[in-house]
């Protein structure tokens, strides 16, 4: 089926003419339209653009006169617009000119984009189709995408199971085959964590690799935008396009080696054989690690040692500390930066007509749900004057020490290595209840933002129940700016373990009978 191929295959095929832009964009909506409708939808999009076909046919036009031409004008017209015809997934929190975004909140109840992000902005120029809006966890926050106004994305695998978050829309929507590739937000995990639920590959790059212009903040200093996609080269192309300066993100920054994920290709037997990999003991260790993913991760260490790489263990102590340092970060910018929506500046007014006072409370009550609320009310009372010496300086010091550390271990390591998350997909509502439990999903994946670090979860395996097999993810984490070196480990994977980042497969559990990848 045409929207179960690579984003290469997919421009080979409107190159030739053997298929359309628009034949695939319909492939997609009449994908969604068809689980939509279903007992239980996947509740991935929200919304389908209804500008995405017309865009295809544009698309279609361009191709066509090109081939008419001759092969020499379809090459520089994909040299000009890379990505002509592909159709992408957009998180709920990144602007797209002329449609809704929301965050999944009701606060932001009606609220249309005046301009394109950044991020959008590029793939559009490059001929990429933003095919609709996607669920989230509200305003990103949470690890399930159980927190969403709009009533919680379920995992395309077993639909009895969360996808992940807060980016489980579009990862779901990935996965189930109505995108051929997603945009996600991360703070603290929110693409890999969703990546490793659902099976597919999930890239949080380095800070301000790309740009956060028209992203809807939760914590600025951890925000970053990510990808998430069936290859590596599904990841590379894109990245390809969005990375680079821009004048809008003074936070933003240029990606040494881009032209190399053009044409991603894996690592070499030599390379492989100089390829030291750190494996942080805490994690190896920690308490909760589910016995599955514990297996893949043994297995996935055994194929680098295959490939002649050599892995040792580390200590870092301070990882300990990580995901505490995290939430007092997050929380506290949190606070401040949804204190814009307030029913005056920004939001979806409430007013009882009794004073400011009243229309701020009852704004922001019954705006926003009870897990944004609670992170808000903890971030309040961590820039407190009584708590903001002791509590969020505190986090801060942890913070330029994970830093410093990690940055310290790349000067004898080229890799970490560790699974994405210490336990596979957990059903609908096992958690919700739960924050503390809830938080702890993001156990081994907080250091990577708190260090500014860039990260690719692969899909290594998967659960040994047979009743629901369910993907296991690991990541690769490397130095700042070493994205191509990442994705390049990444392709090796891939080149080894074909279409494992293909779960869902002619409809089917890709885990399972005749399909499942080993």
């Known amino acids: 089926m045409i929207n179960e191929l690579s984003i290469n295959e997919v421009l080979e095929g409107f190159s030739s003419g053997k298929f359309t832009c628009t034949e695939l964009v319909k492939k997609s909506i009449d994908t969604f339209e068809q689980d939509k409708n279903s007992s239980i939808p996947l509740n991935a999009f929200l919304e389908m653009y209804d500008d995405s076909l017309a865009l295809a046919q544009k698309a279609d036009e361009l191709y066509e006169k090109a081939r008419s031409e001759g092969e020499d004008s379809v090459k520089k017209l994909l040299q000009e617009k890379p990505l002509l015809g592909v159709p992408f997934a957009v998180k709920d929190n990144i602007s797209v000119k002329g449609k809704k975004l929301t965050c999944s909140s009701n606060i932001l109840k009606g ?24 669920n989230m966890d509200e305003f990103a926050m ?24 807060s980016s489980g829309g579009s990862t779901a929507a990935v996965a189930a085959n109505q995108a051929t590739f997603g945009l996600g937000t991360e703070t603290g995990g929110s693409v890999r964590l969703p990546a490793s639920y659902c099976g597919v590959y999930g890239l949080k790059p380095t800070y301000g690799v790309l740009s956060r212009w028209g992203v809807v903040a939760y914590g600025s200093s951890l925000d970053q935008v990510g990808l998430i996609a069936h290859t590596p080269k599904d990841i590379a192309l894109p990245l390809s396009v969005l990375s680079g300066v821009d004048f809008y993100d003074d936070t933003s920054s240029d990606l040494p080696n881009s032209e190399e994920l053009k044409n991603l290709q894996g690592l070499t037997d030599e390379e492989f054989k100089k390829l030291k990999i750190a494996v942080p003991r805490q994690f190896e260790q920690a308490k909760g690690l589910d016995k599955d993913v514990a297996k893949v991760f043994e297995d996935t260490k055994a194929w680098f040692v295959s490939k002649g790489a050599t892995i040792e263990v580390v200590d870092l102590p301070i990882l300990d500390a990580s995901i505490a340092s995290y939430y007092i970060i997050a929380l506290s910018e949190a606070a401040s930066n949804l204190s814009r929506f307030d029913g005056i500046r920004y939001g979806n007014r409430q007013d009882p007509g009794q004073g400011y006072d009243e229309l701020y409370t009852k704004t922001r009550s019954e705006g926003f749900g009870p897990e944004v609320k609670r992170r808000i009310v903890i971030g309040n009372y961590v820039l407190s004057e009584q708590m903001s010496g002791k509590c969020y300086k505190t986090g801060m010091s942890v913070r330029a020490r994970i830093q410093k550390e990690i940055a310290k271990l790349f000067e004898s390591y080229d890799l970490i290595l560790c699974p994405t998350c210490p336990t596979p997909a957990f059903k609908l509502g096992q958690k919700v209840d739960d924050p503390m439990e809830m938080y702890l999903s993001d156990l081994f994946t907080t250091f990577v933002n708190l260090s500014r670090v860039p990260s690719i979860s692969v899909p290594a395996g998967y659960t040994s129940s047979q009743e629901t097999k369910l993907p296991v993810g690991i990541q690769f984490v490397g130095k700042m700016f070493s994205e191509s070196f990442i994705m390049k480990i990444a392709q090796s994977w891939e080149e080894d373990h074909a279409l494992c980042g293909y779960p869902i497969r002619d409809g089917k559990n890709a885990f399972s009978g005749d399909n499942k990848w080993v």
């Open 111 to 134: 609220y249309v984009a005046p301009y394109n992000a950044t991020v959008t902005q590029r793939l559009v120029d490059a001929g990429a189709i933003p095919l609709g809006r996607c």
């Open 142 to 165: 949470g690890s399930s995408t159980e927190y969403s106004v709009y009533g919680a994305t379920r995992n395309p695998i077993n639909r009895e199971y969360v996808s992940g978050g």
